[in-house]
């Protein structure tokens, strides 16, 4: 069995993000058969129209990959009871130009970590309105709202507590099964 292409996003710039200590987590509990390559933000210019006729290597980079990809992953903290402006930044390059929308059809759940109790519920519920403008698949059971406790993780994402490592290993197998099922209606390649 061939295994599933994943992209994932980490919502955040931060040099010690706890997205992605979440996103090393969730890494290393998924099922065996996805395989997963990060999807860079920090490195995009601000999206203008302007380049619709000529991307920049950074943001062709960006649609080419998600090309190859057979779903996507977002890992996202909450700024301002919505997402941060360099993911929405690059979402918005990747949508267009108009008419080569990369997240059409595309398999998509969406997960964030908080160190408020909220955990990103808000910023999740933005980005879904988001995405749903962009025709992704999203998952929408189960959600999943982070509350960081730092005592769970290790730096490497290893996860100490196994009610906390169930709970990320489960979304992530309703994840795969999610995948599946987009892209046997909806084959991508
Ligand atoms: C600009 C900014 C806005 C924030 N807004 C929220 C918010 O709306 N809700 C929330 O729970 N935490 C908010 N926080 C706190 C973040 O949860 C916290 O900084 C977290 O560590 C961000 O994730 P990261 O470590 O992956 O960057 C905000 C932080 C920043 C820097």
Redesign the pocket.
Known sequence: MSAYQVGYF???L?S?????TLSKALIALAPDDLEFTELPIGNLPLYSPDYDDDYPPEAQALKDTLASCDAVLFIT?????SIPGALKNAIDWASRPWGQNSFDHMPAAVIG????Q???A??QQSLRGVLTFCNARQMTAPEAYIY?KPEVYTDSGEVTDEDTAAFLRDFMAEFRTHVERVLTVLPRH
């Open positions: 980490v919502g955040s931060s010690t993000s706890i997205n992605r903290p909450e700024y301002n009871r970590a908080s160190i408020g909220i955990g990103t808000v910023a960081f």
